[in-house]
């Protein structure tokens, strides 16, 4: 036997670890893809309280400007909406851990996305609060930005909800993505078209792609550890 023939044979022992942790390593690869094929979405009852407290107070709008409901303050009534659906959210998502599939690449992402959308929203919102207040006697208007709160927001749904599909592999969530950006696009044209019907195309647009789509994952959610 060659002193080569040895240093081959010394060489396997090391050679099946190093081919053992590369399976080890696809294993694990694999694993991480089906955890996020097969964990379901966990995240529905955020979409049902902002789909409920948004569509309701937009509903709320339209009855008050169409006069069929006394008039109450705007300001009031969606800064009550505001403040009310973040802490609700944050004492739900304070006991989102003990969820089954809370731990999932798939769920920390898709919530990831989704908090993100809705920070924005809420600054986007501030800002043209804080312009109205601070524009001076006779200058530029801006109280017609508040007309674009609701197809930015929808514009914001349609992008969160083309990433749910992606990384849930649930591609159902594009047609979500569909009618977000659809209504989006409604709400600029009613402007012109029909200004009445601007409040009621964004509630009913918010019961559609957000509540709806809460409802059914608060039904698919797992009842076992993930």
């Not at 081919?19 to 966990?42: C, F, H, V, W």
């Not at 400007?65 to 739900?92: A, C």
């Not at 017609?144 to 990433?163: E, H, K, Q, R, S």
């Not at 009621?200 to 009842?223: D, F, K, Q």
Request: aromatic share 14%; net charge neutral.
């Amino acid at each position: 036997m060659t002193a080569e023939s040895e240093t081959r044979k010394a060489a396997r022992p090391g050679d099946s670890a190093s081919m053992g942790s590369a399976q080890d390593d696809l294993a694990y690869i694999k694993a991480i893809a089906e955890e996020g094929r097969n964990t379901p979405l966990i995240g529905g009852r955020n979409f049902l309280i902002w789909g409920g407290l948004v569509g309701t107070t937009a509903l709320l709008v339209f009855l008050m400007e169409v006069q069929v409901i006394p008039y109450f303050s705007q300001m009031i009534l969606w800064t009550g909406t505001l403040v009310l659906g973040w802490i609700i959210s944050f004492i739900i998502n304070g006991k989102s851990h003990e969820r089954p599939g809370a731990s999932s690449l798939s769920n920390r992402t898709v919530n990831a996305a989704w908090l993100a959308c809705g920070i924005f929203v809420t600054v986007y919102w501030l800002s043209i609060v804080a312009a109205m207040l601070l524009v001076q006697e006779g200058g530029y208007p801006v109280r017609f930005l508040f007309a674009t709160m609701f197809p930015v927001a929808f514009g914001l749904y349609g992008l969160a909800f083309f990433a749910t599909a992606v990384v849930a592999h649930q591609p159902w969530y594009r047609w979500i993505s569909v009618a977000s950006w659809a209504i989006a696009c409604f709400l600029l044209l009613s402007l012109s078209i029909w200004p009445d019907a601007y409040m009621l195309v964004a509630a009913i647009g918010t019961y559609a792609v957000v509540l709806l789509p809460g409802y059914v994952m608060v039904r698919n959610e797992p009842s076992d550890i993930v």
